[in-house]
């Protein structure tokens, strides 16, 4: 059983960092696409960052330069660095995997964590 833990998030003041950390277990593969999404009230759910061993990493364009994606494949887990945030930052995040060796075209990710509440304040 494919099982992904969150840890990290919490209440930040603008320009102040948080990390989020993803612990995968159940999977026989560390090189899968993963990734970290987001989703605010009343939007839709976006994709912030992917990495996988084979394609590299990316970003979406509001998180370039002050987010950054690793991996702890000893650990297995997948981290999310935020630095600079912002009040838009605001947003439930999630970790999740694919069974997909590289993220381009992007693959689905049928495997999500529980989710955590980032809070940035002006």
């Known amino acids: 059983q494919v099982q992904l833990d969150q840890s990290g998030g919490g209440s930040v003041q603008a320009g102040g960092s948080l990390r989020l950390s993803c612990e995968v277990a159940g999977l026989s593969s560390n090189d899968y696409c993963v990734g970290w999404f987001r989703q605010s009230p009343g939007k839709e759910r976006e994709e912030v960052a992917v990495m996988a061993r084979y394609s590299g990493t990316a970003y979406a364009d509001f998180v370039k330069g002050r987010f950054a994606i690793s991996q702890d494949k000893e650990k297995h887990t997948f981290d999310l660095q935020m630095n600079s945030l912002k009040p838009e930052d605001t947003a439930m995040y999630y970790c999740?995997?694919?069974?997909?060796?590289?993220?381009?075209?992007?693959?689905?990710?049928?495997?999500w964590g529980q989710g955590t509440q980032v809070t940035v304040s002006s």
């Open positions: 999740a995997t694919s069974l997909s060796w590289v993220c381009n075209p992007r693959p689905k990710f049928p495997y």
